[in-house]
């Protein structure tokens, strides 16, 4: 019998420990605490470098088989598309979460035999440790808002993430390996014919962590989740349905499931399955909603067929595109990852995720219809199927929500697919590649791909610097009191991020803006000073425009520089600084229909200021036609109505649309004001007259 080569123990640890660090410290990532990202990222590539060394320095054997190919070309795929991206610095964040499921699975396989046997293990009892602190931080969360005196109906925990559906399906991902850990161990107690009293300590704990798990799943009270469950619980009894003693586990598994939702179904008065109703979801805003927002996505595609807008781009053109109605999402993602995927790279991009469900599609054939032909064990055979269960259920859960742009679920699907295919396939190494591309010496390459990592982690780096100094520096408040010495000191960071990394937004922005404060704050500055901060600010708001040129803010604060100072500082005549203002206002408008500082700015220049008042009103009012929260648009409604008093003296018009915004929005403070303005203004007219 061939003896699997033994690692030692500290590469065991390194090898165990830090995949296990990267998830964890995924878990609050929400998409916007970057520096959360980069610790993430840069813990799976020093995972990956303590991988591919020993690999590299024999020749890079690779694993024989479809899937490690396809995952490879994958992450290639998203590397090209950071090239043609729209938005190249969004895209490169949203190239390490969605790329997390490619790089964790490669970084997986191309472990040794022996890595991996030394390793899983201790891995495995690491994601378990963290299932139970996520249990509690979903009881935590639950009895805590319990405690606070939320409405039990409207109670719904939803873990580290921002999203409830998104943890329903991070807990689907790890009970379905539960579920198999637990069927497998228990049967072989029924197999073993042992007496049903005789509690086995480690079939308890799975039964034990199952049925918390099951309970934290309930408390998010996910529709799209338990629709994910459902099926991929129906496939789930097929697949076990031969286990030893399988009538009795699955009883128990039900009363577990049932209990859970009695509860909570309960504390929602069991309105779940009304809501998977076809009336309710033609008629409920949330679904319809969706519904809206997917035609919008798909208008995104037929505007960019080809490659796409560019990863993690959805929300910077969404507002553009969203339909009247769709008022029921912040537009971050698209609530479906395949529609998202075709809307951000195109079909090849959409091609990858269908390929990617299906292989977890013949995973299951093999591993159900044809187990013998695997010729592996039964235990390792239930390993397999509950990795790729979990891996099946949050992939059939990204038809309903955003699943793959969660971290730690990309994470990790990307290593418990790595682990079932190397379960099921058990695949054999090819023979070191390194040496048939002609590279005699893989030091060279080693040394490449620990450059080529650092580097990543460098910009990483970079990118965390940008955010915690630029984006949520309230930390610097404590640590350099003094305003001075603190805005001294963001002056040199920003000038050393824009040289180091230039694609970042945050710093041309706060350095364009400190001069353009300079100028504001000094009115008797020399004007030829003046001219050459006032060009600098412009510099650097178009440079922030490079990153991500769909800044709605920047084109604002380029049109406004114009405004002021085109003409008695630029040395613009006033007719030329106009129009670059009202070009700049305009790219802004069309970024971001729903702004109605922008509106407002581009009437009353192309407008109110040229005499057409009627033009001017009917210019604001095409905004209300676009979808509007309810504050945007009484602000807007407040603007037309004010014109309508002041600029075409209507008080009756006036009156009339301040009335109609009261009535969808009565808690509209300056709606009020002004009515009483107009309201007063028209008594004092009309005293005199009957006088």
Not at 411 to 440: E, H, N, V
Request: glycine share 8%; net charge positive; hydrophobic share 50%.
């Amino acid at each position: 019998m061939k003896t699997k080569p033994k690692i030692s123990a500290t590469r065991a640890l390194w090898l165990s420990l830090l995949p296990l660090l990267g998830y964890i410290s995924s878990w609050y990532y929400n998409g916007q605490t970057i520096p959360l990202l980069a610790l993430s990222s840069v813990l799976m590539l020093a995972w990956g470098g303590t991988v591919l060394w020993p690999r590299l320095q024999a020749g890079l054997p690779w694993s024989r088989g479809f899937l490690p190919v396809f995952m490879l070309l994958w992450l290639f795929w998203y590397w090209l598309t950071l090239f043609w991206s729209h938005v190249p610095y969004s895209s490169w964040f949203y190239f390490w979460t969605l790329g997390a499921v490619p790089l964790g699975f490669l970084f997986w396989v191309l472990q040794s035999e022996g890595d991996i046997s030394a390793v899983w293990p201790w891995f495995w009892r690491g994601i378990v440790v963290t299932t139970w602190v996520l249990v509690g931080i979903a009881f935590w969360e639950y009895f805590d808002g319990v405690a606070t005196g939320q409405a039990l109906g409207n109670l719904r925990v939803q873990g580290p993430l921002l999203d409830t559906n998104s943890f329903a399906a991070w807990m689907n991902l790890l009970w379905f390996v539960l579920l198999g850990r637990f069927f497998y161990l228990d049967g072989q107690r029924d197999g073993a014919r042992q007496a049903l009293r005789r509690i086995d300590g480690t079939v308890l704990f799975y039964l034990v962590t199952l049925t918390l798990t099951t309970f934290a799943f309930w408390m998010t009270y996910s529709r799209g989740g338990a629709l994910a469950w459902l099926c991929t619980f129906l496939v789930a009894l097929i697949a076990f349905r031969k286990t030893p003693g399988f009538g009795r586990k699955l009883a128990l598994v039900l009363a577990i499931e049932v209990a859970a939702y009695a509860i909570f179904g309960y504390l929602h008065h069991y309105d779940m399955l009304g809501h998977l109703a076809p009336g309710y979801i033609s008629s409920s805003i949330e679904t319809v909603s969706r519904g809206l927002m997917w035609i919008a996505t798909w208008h995104i595609f037929l505007s960019h067929p080809y490659l796409g807008t560019g990863l993690g781009s959805y929300f910077l053109f969404y507002p553009a595109y969203r339909l009247p109605g769709e008022l029921a999402s912040a537009g971050t993602y698209a609530h479906n990852d395949y529609i998202e995927f075709l809307a951000e790279g195109g079909l090849i991009n959409l091609g990858f995720l269908l390929a990617f469900a299906g292989t977890l599609f013949y995973a299951l054939y093999r591993l159900i219809v044809r187990p013998a032909r695997l010729g592996i064990s039964e235990e390792n055979r239930y390993w397999a199927l509950g990795l790729v269960l979990g891996v099946f259920a949050i992939t059939g859960h990204a038809l309903g929500n955003f699943i793959f742009y969660n971290l730690p679920l990309s994470i990790l699907g990307g290593i418990f697919l790595a682990q079932a295919w190397r379960l099921y396939q058990q695949p054999k190494d090819t023979a070191p590649l390194l040496p048939r591309l002609g590279i005699r010496h893989p030091g060279v390459i080693q040394l490449s791909m620990a450059l080529l990592f650092v580097l990543a982690g460098w910009f990483l780096a970079l990118d965390a610097a940008v955010y915690g100094l630029f984006s949520a520096n309230a930390w610097l408040d404590g640590l350099i009191p003094n305003a001075n010495a603190r805005a001294v000191f963001l002056m040199k960071a920003a000038r050393f991020l824009e040289a180091a990394r230039p694609q970042a937004t945050q710093p041309w922005v706060y350095t364009g803006n400190a001069y353009l404060n300079l100028v504001a704050q000094e009115p008797s500055m020399p004007t030829a000073q003046k001219k050459v901060l006032l060009e600098a600010a412009l510099h650097q708001y178009r440079q922030s425009l490079v990153g991500i040129p769909r800044q709605a803010g920047v084109y604002n604060a380029i049109g406004s520089l114009y405004l002021n100072y085109g003409s008695s500082v630029l040395g613009l005549n006033p007719a030329a600084a106009r129009d670059d203002a009202m070009l700049a206002w305009r790219k802004g408008l069309a970024l971001t229909p729903e702004s109605v500082n922008l509106r407002s700015e581009i009437a009353t220049q192309a407008f109110f200021n040229r005499g057409d008042v009627a033009g001017g009103i009917a210019f604001l009012q095409a905004g209300l036609k676009r979808p509007l929260f309810p504050e945007p648009r009484a602000l807007l409604e407040w603007v037309i109505a004010r014109s309508q008093w002041l600029l075409a003296h209507d008080p009756k018009a006036a009156e009339k649309t301040l009335i109609a915004s009261l009535e969808a929005n009565p808690d509209f403070g300056p709606t009020l004001e002004l009515l009483r303005e107009i309201v007063h203004a028209e008594k004092t007219t009309a005293t005199p007259a009957k006088s």
